[in-house]
Structures are given as C-alpha cells and as structure tokens.
C-alpha cells in the first residue's frame, strides 16, 4: 500500500533562512510526487511536482524539492523564507504501478518569523 | 478560466437537516474529487469520478453520504441526515487525464452542523 508521511506537524524558521519541510513515502513501484500549499482559509494549491529526470524540481514561488529514491523522500525547501510563506504544506504520491488516487500527508505548518 | 467552482462557500444548518454541496470543474478536466478536512483527520479523500462515473467511494463514511456527477461540468456531494461530527471544510478538486497531472482545487466550503 501507498502512503506518504510528513514527520513533523510544524516547521519554525526566521525570515531570510533557508527552509525545509520534510516529506517521505512508501509505494510498491515507482512514485509521482506532489507539494500544494494551502494558505490561511484558502484551498490547496499546487507547488511542483516530481515525474521523471531530474531529481531537483522547480516550482512556484522560489520552492523546490529533491527527489531521493534511496532514502524515498521528497523534500520542500527554499533559500530564503518569506513572512508570507506561512502556510500549510502537504506532499502528495501516487503510487505509478499500483494506479491509485493520490495520497495526501497531514502536513506540515510553517511558520516564519520576522 | 475561473478554477474550481464551489458553492455555498459556508454553509450552517441544524443536526438533520439535508446539505448539498455543489462543484464546478475546470472544462476539459476528466477526473473530480471530494475531499473533506477536519483537525483531527487531516485530509481525507471522500470519492473521485473519471469521466462523471464514480471510481472508488471507499472514502465515504456513511451512508448518509452521497455523490454524483450528472454531467462533465458539474458535480453535488449530498450528507442527509447531517450531523454535527460531519462539520469540516468540503474540497472539490479536478485534474486532466493523466497520472501526471496535479489536481486543482476550489476554495472550499465551510460546514458547520448543530
């Protein structure tokens, strides 16, 4: 079975750091990979997302994510957060082979302070 | 294109009264899905459509859930009785036709039962 695990209910980190947001997963074949964001009473929206290729993905707002296969985790990160980063953060799978939904974590907080 | 369409955006109502939800995907979008996000469970995927046929409702809790997808560019998720444990944020989401694909999703609506 798939499931994706998000170890950490919230991250804290100051304005102008680098920040990551940690996220690892479990499918019987090979994965997609997904980070939304969803900010204050708003809904998800999505960031990027791992298909194939290159393991360092690209998405909007100056985040990015590594793919690591070996140690199965995808993890969000910025070089410099923003106040108005703040939001929650959820990483998403679907197992390729297994043709299922994708499977959302609990997410993660981030919290920037200035 | 407007996004995801969801409506009412809140929704108040008394234990046992009927709540219908309603969802408008982006055009040319094939998959839909309901998800629902409490607190406590975090999100949870309800049931998804391919092509307004419903594909897995295994999320579904109760029976006093329902949902249908009548045609391409509209979608209702129905709780009758509703009851207060039933109070959350109701997202509908839509994504192309492939595993690639991210799915979008609407702003959401708020649901308080009493």
């Known amino acids: 079975a798939q499931s994706v695990a998000q170890p950490e209910d919230q991250v804290n980190v100051a304005e102008g750091n680098p920040l990551t947001v940690k996220c690892t997963y479990s499918v019987s074949g090979n994965p997609y990979l997904f980070w939304y964001v969803q900010y204050p009473n708003r809904g998800l929206q999505f960031l990027l997302k791992?298909?194939?290729?290159?393991?360092l993905v690209k998405g909007s707002y100056g985040f990015e994510a590594e793919f690591n296969k070996s140690q199965t985790s995808f993890h969000l990160k910025k070089p410099t957060a923003l106040v108005s980063d703040y939001a929650l953060y959820f990483c998403?799978?679907?197992?390729?082979?297994?043709?299922?939904?994708?499977?959302f974590g609990k997410g993660t907080t981030l919290s920037v302070s200035s | 294109d407007a996004g995801v369409i969801q409506s009412p955006r809140h929704e108040v109502t008394e234990m046992g009264q009927e709540v219908t939800l309603r969802c408008k995907p982006i055009?040319?979008?094939?998959?839909l899905f309901w998800y629902r996000q409490t607190m406590m469970r975090g999100l949870e995927l309800l049931i998804y459509?391919?092509?307004?046929?419903?594909?897995?409702d295994s999320g579904m809790p109760e029976d006093r859930f329902s949902a249908k997808m009548p045609n391409a560019s509209f979608s209702t998720l129905k709780i009758q009785p509703s009851e207060p444990r039933d109070s959350a944020v109701y997202f509908c989401?839509?994504?192309?036709?492939?595993?690639?694909?991210?799915?979008?999703f609407g702003p959401g609506t708020r649901l308080t039962v009493t």
């Open positions: 989401a839509s994504s192309q036709t492939s595993e690639r694909a991210e799915q979008y």
């Open positions: 055009s040319g979008h094939d998959y």
């Open positions: 459509f391919n092509n307004n046929v419903p594909i897995d």
């Open positions: 791992y298909i194939t290729g290159d393991n």
């Open positions: 998403a799978v679907r197992d390729i082979q297994a043709g299922t939904a994708l499977i």
